[in-house]
């Protein structure tokens, strides 16, 4: 049992297909992560967001494109991705950033698959 | 210069062995350091923080040299069930705080 749910499991997407990966936490953390793994490869920070606020764009392709309506909700919008984005994507989750040691919580993740 | 630095092994032990991971960071910024292990396609776990002074959860002890920029995670009398991969991460401080991760060190024990 997680804390951190994401939703799907698994992807398979064309080119020109728009989808959407969804994540939720239910640990009441305030900031949240999507990290991509690609095969053989580290995590790649993707976004984060800081109370709903992103505070980091780690120079993303426009063709992804992230969304947090509220702490506990965050969103990846997918369109006219390429081969080259199938991997792991993964959501975290932590308690902010204040003073404290903040461990971040991943989801399961969604394999994507673009085809 | 990559941010956070691991051997990628991979790390071939028997049972029972007792193996050591290394991990150096060149931000001299960071705040918190941490240890997740990753089993293959699954989400990275932790495993363990890394506090100054150095701790030990059972059968791992991890720790940091701020003035080497160092930390390290040793695991005794390893379980077949340990074979994993293990991330070093770094918290970086200031307004943008962000988790680093290592590209991982792979361990496989074996029977």
């Known amino acids: 049992e997680t804390g951190v749910t994401q939703t799907p499991r698994h992807l398979v997407m064309g080119m020109t297909n728009k989808k959407s990966l969804k994540c939720e936490q239910h640990l009441g953390h305030n900031a949240m992560y999507w990290y991509k793994q690609s095969a053989k490869k580290p995590l790649e920070l993707m976004f984060v967001?800081?109370?709903?606020?992103?505070?980091e764009n780690n120079s993303v392709p426009s063709r992804f494109s992230p969304e947090c309506p509220n702490s506990s909700h965050l969103f990846l919008h997918l369109h006219t991705l390429q081969p080259e984005d199938s991997a792991l994507y993964l959501c975290a989750s932590s308690q902010g950033f204040g003073n404290q040691n903040t461990e971040a919580f991943f989801g399961q993740g969604t394999r994507l698959t673009v085809v | 210069r990559k941010e956070v630095e691991q051997d990628p092994g991979p790390f071939n032990v028997p049972e029972g062995a007792t193996v050591a991971f290394n991990c150096t960071y060149s931000n001299s910024a960071s705040q918190s350091f941490f240890w997740y292990r990753q089993d293959c396609r699954k989400e990275p776990k932790l495993l363990m923080s890394v506090y100054s002074s150095g701790n030990e959860d059972g059968r791992f002890t991890a720790q940091l040299n701020r003035a080497s920029q160092y930390i390290s995670l040793l695991i005794r009398d390893s379980k077949l069930s340990d074979s994993a991969t293990y991330l070093c991460?770094?918290?970086?401080?200031?307004?943008?705080?962000?988790?680093?991760f290592g590209s991982g060190t792979q361990l496989t024990v074996l029977p």
């Open positions: 991460v770094s918290l970086s401080s200031g307004s943008a705080r962000q988790l680093t």
């Open positions: 967001y800081n109370f709903k606020e992103q505070t």
